[in-house]
């Protein structure tokens, strides 16, 4: 069983979370840690769960932003010696239980890299799917990089209502990168 629990970097477990945020994420898929500390402080948007099992050993953590009609995961890592064990997946699972909502995320292009290609699989297998949306990351505030060409993946119960892929990675755009949308 996978626990999530919401923590601050004032919490004693923000150590791991930054710890594997950065080993687990190259320096353009993600901003400051100065910043993003800040944003996990103090953005009403953005949420750092910690994932635990039942003895609370640190597993892993996923940072979301609540926008309200659909949830957007900007970083979801598993720590190195619980991965290939499926918690990913059950984590994943719990975490679009918890939502009710539809569950966004960015993946890349699945020709960039052997791992992009595992990555996509994963969210497929676990109900994604592929957003025709075009879409590029925008570089982070504070990094000067180009942006990336990447997959928008989506998880929607059937038949239930979401704003349309481009009004998701306007908002997106908006909120997380900071920049005004193209139409």
């Known amino acids: 069983m996978i626990f999530f629990s919401e923590i601050t970097p004032d919490s004693e477990e923000y150590n791991f979370v930054e ?3 950065l080993s687990a994420f190259p320096d353009e898929e993600r901003r400051p840690e100065a910043d993003q500390r800040e944003n996990v402080s103090f953005n009403p948007f953005m949420h750092c ?5 039942v003895d609370d050993t640190p597993l892993g953590f996923l940072n979301y932003w609540d926008f309200g009609s659909f949830v957007y995961i900007e970083h979801f890592a598993i720590a190195p010696n619980f991965r290939c064990q499926g918690v ?10 918890m939502q009710h ?10 020709t960039s890299s ?29 990094r000067k990089s180009e942006p990336v060409p990447m997959l ?23 909120e997380v990168y900071g920049i005004s949308p193209s139409s």
């Open 152 to 174: 928008l993946l989506l998880y929607a119960e059937e038949g239930r209502r979401h704003p349309s892929a481009r009004q998701m990675k306007n908002q997106i755009y908006r």
């Open 49 to 53: 769960m910690l994932l635990t099992d």
């Open 101 to 110: 909502r539809p569950v966004v995320v960015e993946a890349e292009l699945p």
């Open 19 to 21: 710890r594997l945020f």
């Open 88 to 97: 990913g997946g059950e984590a994943l699972s719990v975490f679009i239980e």
């Open 114 to 142: 052997p791992v992009a290609l595992r990555r996509i699989g994963f969210y497929l297998r676990n109900g994604f799917v592929q957003l025709a949306e075009p879409y590029f990351q925008p570089s982070y505030p504070g």
